[in-house]
């Protein structure tokens, strides 16, 4: 059962264009969402988050939002650069606060010069 | 920001034998630390969660005999591979959670551990 999803598997955008990285979720109750960026034999490295009570979050060229209607989240970049290329991996947590995040499969964006 | 250290970062075992992974939070104390698994091109999926002092919690399906798990201190957690087979091969992560007062947010990861068992 798959809780949080990314259904792309890859993503290719021009440098300097937008890249939309989307995930969807099934469980109503988590509350507390992250994007993080992945680079082949490394560790994730946190980007940007979004708490539920909020639509939007922006940090520099990263924004992120959410639609907790359609269980919904995406990451914008925007420019997107050639050293974004890697695996993004959208996580979830719940209210337990147990600390657990649940990943998505990842995409793999390409940023192309 | 906070600094999660693995070790070691790749290593090649023998089916039958075992093998110790090593997290460390580097500058801060992580009372909860959380162990990953990545099979080439899929998810990060949790495996188990380590608790300093006291047993760990696995998720379904983990078994709990084959990876041992200690949490020593508050800033050390090993993963202890029991008579490894080819199949646990996989990339190994370890995180600790960014604490603020009682609401736990993004964890930080170790760069994980690669685990090749021929």
């Not at chain 1, 995930?23 to 560790?43: H, I, Q, R, V």
């Not at chain 2, 983990?62 to 957690?77: G, P, R, W």
């Amino acid at each position: 059962d798959q809780q949080v999803k990314q259904n792309s598997p890859s993503l290719s955008v021009q440098e300097g264009r937008i890249s939309i990285l989307n995930c969807d979720y099934t469980n109503s109750m988590f509350d507390y969402f992250l994007w993080y960026k992945k680079y082949p034999a490394e560790g994730p490295t946190f980007l940007i988050s979004i708490s539920s009570i909020k639509d939007k979050n922006e940090d520099g060229r990263f924004t992120v939002f959410l639609n907790k209607s359609a269980k919904h989240l995406s990451l914008h970049i925007v420019p997107s650069q050639p050293g974004d290329s890697a695996v993004y991996f959208c996580a979830a947590s719940d209210s337990s606060n147990t600390g657990k995040l649940i990943f998505g499969q990842g995409t793999t964006l390409q940023v192309k010069p | 920001g906070a600094v999660v250290s693995q070790h070691p970062s790749w290593v090649i075992c023998k089916s039958g034998t075992s093998v110790k992974i090593e997290c460390r939070s580097l500058d801060f104390q992580a009372t909860t630390m959380f162990w990953y698994r990545q099979f080439p091109k899929q998810s990060l999926m949790l495996m188990a969660t380590s608790n300093e002092g006291s047993k760990a919690t696995y998720e379904q399906g983990v078994e709990k005999d084959k990876f041992l798990i200690n949490h020593a201190s508050l800033t050390l957690s090993t993963l202890t591979v029991t008579s490894a087979h080819p199949e646990d091969s996989s990339f190994y992560i370890c995180s600790a959670p960014s604490s603020s007062g009682t609401v736990t947010y993004e964890q930080y990861f170790g760069p994980g551990t690669r685990l090749t068992v021929t």
